[in-house]
Nanobody, 121 residues
């Protein structure tokens, strides 16, 4: 089994920055991809960014040039540096580990509990 724990959310003014962190813990053998999704009130959950174990990244068009995802494979931790934040970035941000393989060689996807990001205008 594994768990994802997020941190770093909060309230920030438009134009400001925040850094989210997500650490995976437990009996982990490997993780294929880690990423961040977000869900605003009344909207569907959407991909923000993800990164493979090899470092390949993928971003939603709405955050390109403003957000940067990175990963520390040794720590099973993924980060999301968010800059030039806009009110429309307000959402609950969820960490995701895709293709996490435990030491028992069981593979499944995991989600964190979510962290609130609020951007005031």
């Amino acid at each position: 089994q594994a768990q994802l724990v997020e941190s770093g959310g909060g309230l920030v003014q438009a134009g400001g920055s925040l850094r989210l962190s997500c650490a995976a813990s437990g009996s982990i053998f490997s993780i294929n991809a880690m990423g961040w999704h977000r869900q605003a009130p009344g909207k569907q959950r959407e991909l923000v960014a993800d990164i493979t174990s090899g470092g390949s990244t993928n971003y939603a068009d709405s955050v390109k040039g403003r957000f940067a995802i990175s990963r520390d494979n040794a720590k099973n931790t993924v980060y999301l540096q968010m800059s030039s934040l806009k009110p429309e970035d307000t959402a609950v941000y969820y960490c995701n580990a895709r293709g996490l393989v435990t030491t028992a060689r069981v593979m499944k996807d995991y989600w964190g509990q979510g962290t609130q990001v609020t951007v005031s205008s």
